[in-house]
């Protein structure tokens, strides 16, 4: 199956500073989508992008898809505590490593 | 009412034992899935069920066997567990098969002891 490796694979933050997690993958992608795993929790869906170079925002969230689309790259300004949880890309059902968020108040 | 629910919520057993966990989506959905998470949170597709219809078996031992009796359920059974079975296992549904996003069931904790 096809595998999207993320990076990195934790990332500890203070509360209010921004955040990053990258999804890159050595071929092109049909499409890429994010979700958001709640420590406990199940997968939420967040978005998906699909077209190259596309940039989507929800409120501090900001989703890119990479020109070649082969990488994706999820933002998240002013991280709060409730941003706390796993943050997965996925392609065709296959969800990539991951990268676990925690968020020191 | 719960979209995809999926019982049991825990489920503990010894080894060599055959249990199954249960799905069931209300959402009018033609796709159904089988994910593993394992102890490293990575999350793998295992099956996918399109219209009570096997489409995707992603290599997963014989002794896992998904039973889908109408589109709205998919079942999954195991045959003699073994300890590297337990994770938690996620059902999930979509829309239709062209990559639609995913609703997840809240997840069953199987641990084989």
């Known amino acids: 199956g096809q595998q999207v490796m993320q990076i990195p694979q934790y990332q500890h933050v203070q509360e209010g500073e921004d955040f990053t997690t990258y999804c890159n993958s050595s071929t092109t992608l049909s499409n890429i989508q994010w979700y958001k795993q709640r420590p406990g929790g199940h997968p939420v869906f967040l978005i998906q992008?699909?077209?190259?170079?596309e940039v989507k925002k929800q409120k501090r969230l900001t989703f890119q898809f990479g020109e070649a689309k082969k990488n994706s790259s999820l933002h998240i300004t002013a991280t709060q505590t409730t941003d706390v949880g796993t943050y997965f890309c996925v392609n065709n059902l296959f969800f990539g490593t991951g990268t676990r968020l925690t968020v020191i108040p | 009412d719960t979209a995809v629910s999926q019982t049991p919520k825990y489920l503990v057993t010894q080894m060599g034992n055959d249990k199954s966990i249960k799905c069931e989506q209300n959402?009018?959905?033609?796709?159904m899935y089988w994910y593993k998470q394992d102890s490293k949170k990575f999350l793998k597709i295992m099956f996918s069920y399109n219209n009570k219809e096997l489409i995707i078996n992603e290599t997963v031992p014989n002794r896992f066997s998904p039973k889908s009796p109408d589109k709205a359920h998919l079942n999954l059974h195991i045959n003699s567990l073994e300890l590297g079975d337990s994770a938690v296992y996620f059902c999930a549904s979509s829309l239709g098969t062209g990559g639609e996003k995913l609703f997840f069931g809240s997840g069953t904790q199987l641990s084989v002891l």
């Open positions: 992008l699909v077209k190259s170079g």
């Open positions: 959402l009018g959905h033609d796709t």
